[in-house]
């Protein structure tokens, strides 16, 4: 099936948002680490609880392996809703690998834009959907600080039911949306949801690991289809990182004196095997609580240490 682009659009290039849950939430979920800047357990051990049984609420967050982990459970919300097929055929489980090698952008366009601003996009052509499961992409070997390739996640709101759509509508096309991903995050499809391909932007191929369930009936499966000329997403990394968080300066400076300490520590370490450095680091290293008073602290400990 080919849809045009509405009348009104003539042509649409859609602006790159950042990935949240909160502008997300209507498509499935974003599945990232709550606290992308913790080093060390010691600073949320006081009050956690041990790990109990394997499953847990939504949104907790508990104790595990010996206290030498934090367990978020209940990320993304895996959905299996096959007895709805018309087939009833089950569906299973199963896990594929997508390795997604960068897509290679139109040339620049200028004078085109509002604003006279120009950036390297690239067509969308495809659409399609799950009806009866969701899909959980997850990147590998990608960090959230490699700045250097990110990935795209498109994805469209479904229409009403027509003459021609009986059961569930096509992509509304005038809202579909670009949000830009780096490697700290993951997303979960929710069951019906239009998306585009995975597009990886930038130097490096992602793998993806993605997990759904199938039932071997293809139009039960996936449903695909095309979109006429005329939608574009910009692919540019310089948009994508113009919309991710400036660091906090203090966190900086602390980010800074904690790898400078690790550095004497392990100096410690080496040249002083009989000093107890492992105390310094455990007391003074990873505080509940840092200050800059416990670095200062710590790095005078290092200093007597070495002398």
């Given at each position: ?98 390795a997604c090698f ?123 289809v095309e979109v ?19 660091a906090n300066h ?58």
């Amino acid at each position: 099936i080919s849809l045009p682009l509405p009348p009104e659009e003539g042509k649409k290039i859609l602006r790159l948002l950042p990935l949240r849950q909160s502008s997300f939430a209507d498509f499935g979920t974003v599945i990232e680490n709550p606290s992308p800047t913790l080093t060390s357990i010691s600073e949320v051990l006081p009050g956690l609880e041990q790990q109990t049984s394997p499953a847990g609420p939504a949104g907790a967050v508990m104790l595990a392996n010996e206290n030498t982990a934090l367990k978020y459970a209940n990320m993304t919300r895996m959905t299996n809703d096959y007895a709805q097929s018309p087939s009833q055929t089950a569906g299973k489980a199963v896990m594929n690998m997508f390795a997604c090698f960068p897509r290679l952008p139109l040339i620049a366009r200028s004078g085109e834009e509002e604003d006279g601003h120009s950036s390297p996009v690239s067509p969308i052509r495809v659409l399609e959907r799950h009806p009866f499961t969701t899909q959980t992409f997850v990147p590998m070997g990608l960090a959230a600080s490699d700045r250097s390739t990110r990935y795209l996640v498109i994805v469209a709101p479904t229409l009403a039911p027509s003459e021609d759509w009986p059961h569930r509508g096509p992509p509304d096309l005038q809202n579909i949306k670009a949000f830009g991903a780096h490697g700290g995050q993951a997303v979960t499809y929710a069951p019906g949801t239009w998306h585009a391909p995975m597009a990886v932007m930038g130097a490096n191929r992602v793998d993806f690991v993605v997990l759904q369930f199938c039932n071997g009936v293809p139009e039960e499966d996936c449903q695909e289809v095309e979109v006429e000329e005329g939608l574009e997403v910009e692919v540019s990394l310089e948009a994508v990182q113009d919309l991710e968080p400036k660091a906090n300066h203090n966190e900086n400076i602390f980010q800074w004196f904690r790898a400078g300490l690790e550095t004497a520590v392990v100096d410690i370490s080496t040249r002083f095997p009989n000093k107890p450095s492992h105390i310094i680091a455990e007391r003074f290293l990873y505080p509940a609580g840092l200050t800059l008073v416990n670095y200062l602290h710590a790095v005078l400990l290092c200093m007597a240490h070495v002398r």
